[in-house]
Each structure stands twice: as C-alpha cells, then as structure tokens.
C-alpha cells in the first residue's frame, strides 16, 4: 500500500513501547476519513491475533475506550500515561518482552505461512521480509529496519506551536538549552514580501505561508541529516501546515502554547517595533485550527514552569 503521511512504523516506540503509536496514528487519521479503506479491517479488536487488539490486551484498556481518549486530544505520552493508570501496569521487564515479541511476529513461528502469503500477496517475496513489522515497513515504502524497537527513543524534534505572542520563542530557547538541543525560530525564515505585507497589517494566506513552510521543512531536515536534535518555534496555526513540516510522528512533538485573546493582545501591545499588529493577531485565531496531538499547555504560566512540564512529559534528553 502506498505511504500514508502521519502514519508510522510498527516499529517506532512511545514511551517504552512499540506499536502503540501507530495504533493511535490510525485512530487519528480514521476520525478525519484520512485513513484508506484498506487499513480499515485492522482496526481494534475484532481481530485477535491483530496488533491493536494485541496492543490493548497488553495496556489491558479496551479499544473503544483507547479512541474515545484518543479523540479527546493530548499528545502520545499522555494518552500511553491514561492507559497504564486506567489498564494493566507493565513494569520495564515487560515492556521489553512485548517489543521483542511484537517485532518479531512472523519469524520461525505460527504466523511464518501467513507471513509469506501476505508478502506474495503485496508483491514483495522477492525482499523475503522476516517479520510482520518488516512487511508493513516495506508495503509502505519504508526501509526494514530503519526504524528499530532496540534504537533510543526517536524523539528528535519539539515544535512549540501557537498564535504571536504565546511564548513560542522564549518557551522554545529555554526548552532547547534544558535538552541540550538546537534552537529555530521560524519567524527568521519568513521572505522578505511576507515580512513586508505583515507591517502593513496585511494577514499572510496559505500562498504566502507556503514557500515559508518550505523553507523550515528543509531547515528541519538539513538539522536531522547531520544528527542534530532541534526545538522550532512556529505558528503552524493549521492542521495542513504541520503535516507538511513533520510528516512522520515517530521522530516528533508538538506542544501548544493556548492563550485567550486578552492575554495575547495584553502580551503583543508591549512589544516595539513588531509587526503583529492587533488585526493581524485576530486574523491568527481564526486560522487556529487547535491539534488534536499535542501536549497543549497554559501560555499564562511561567516559561520555566513550562519548560519543566514539557520535559517531565516527553522524558530526559
């Protein structure tokens, strides 16, 4: 099947586990009719030997329950903390046998003929997949083993998101130096014309923001050939402009500073020399399209307060 963008691998870990995010991945794309039909028959736990329904049994937390939370919003790592304390604790010992035996589910076991079948089926015998998660990664264009269960954590980017004059930029420099990370602020990356129409209080429509979102995709990935982990300060008011910075979830997070306008204009009108003027920040809050994914947090705290939140949540560097 082709690559379904926001979509990851098997493979790819929340927490201590693999699995898990993808299942969430589907829930999230389902909700907006953006999954294609042919994933839909995986879906939770009719199936038994099927991941999701494996993944629950694990978390011991029923499916339906898992969408409902799902839907209601917050990042990977809080939906995982909702299951442990509403499911099954799972010490570190068993979080390690789940992942070698999720990642490892067609190897010299029950599931071998099956897994050959689906590899003719999906016309890929001839790269001889030795797993299920092997099969899914090459049926969607990924590499087998690019993404592994036994790699670190592969978090490398924290986009804090958000209308001007949440905090984007202070909340994200203080962030990067607690995690040791490098810092972007995306307002740097803005053409010359896009600035220009701003100060005459002129809002930037979706072609404006598109060579602009671009240009930080390609800071982005210029950052992660070389290795380098990042934190980004960016607008990304709607769902379609963060899709297009970070395709994949497994390797990021967002984290939505939310203000009321009050507090925001209260914010801006202390700032010389800016360009966001009261009509364009009203303008930015009707953009706003809130994510459903992040780790959204109260613009009013302290920057320090929320630092520490963020990095309590998505774990030590």
């Not at 499916?63 to 809080?78: F, V």
């Not at 003027?277 to 930015?284: I, K, M, N, P, V």
């Amino acid at each position: 099947m082709p690559r379904v963008t926001g979509l990851r691998s098997p493979h790819a870990k929340v927490g201590r586990i693999v699995v898990f995010g993808r299942m969430l991945d589907k829930i999230r794309l389902h909700a907006r009719d953006a999954l294609p039909p042919d994933y839909h028959a995986n879906l939770g736990e009719s199936r038994l030997q099927l991941f999701d329904a494996r993944c629950c049994r694990f978390l011991g937390v029923d499916y339906t329950s898992l969408r409902e939370r799902a839907l209601q919003g917050g990042c990977d790592e809080e939906i995982l903390r909702w299951a442990h304390e509403n499911g099954t604790a799972r010490s570190d010992e068993e979080c390690v046998v789940w992942n070698s035996f999720m990642t490892k589910i067609g190897w010299r076991d029950d599931r071998s003929g099956a897994l050959r079948e689906r590899a003719a089926e999906y016309g890929l015998a001839g790269r001889r997949p030795e797993t299920f998660c092997e099969l899914i990664d090459l049926d969607e264009g990924r590499p087998a083993g690019a993404t592994c269960s036994w790699e670190p954590h592969p978090l490398s980017l924290v986009v804090v998101m958000g209308v001007s004059g949440c905090g984007k930029t202070t909340v994200g420099q203080a962030l990067a130096g607690a995690l040791g990370w490098e810092f972007r602020d995306s307002d740097a990356l803005h053409p010359a014309t896009n600035v220009s129409k701003m100060s005459a209080g002129i809002p930037l429509d979706d072609s404006d923001r598109a060579p602009w979102l671009a240009a930080i995709r390609a800071d982005i990935e210029s950052r992660a050939a070389r290795g380098a982990k990042a934190v980004v300060a960016c607008s990304a008011l709607k769902e379609a402009f963060r899709s297009a910075l970070t395709p994949d979830p497994a390797h990021s997070r967002y984290v939505h500073l939310r203000g009321d306008f009050a507090l925001i204009r209260g914010r801006l009108s202390g700032r010389i020399g800016h360009y966001m003027g009261e009509s364009l920040l009203r303008s930015q809050f009707e953009t706003l399209e809130e994510p459903t994914d992040a780790l959204t947090l109260d613009a009013a705290q302290a920057p320090s307060v929320l630092v520490d939140r963020i990095v309590k949540v998505f774990g030590p560097p």
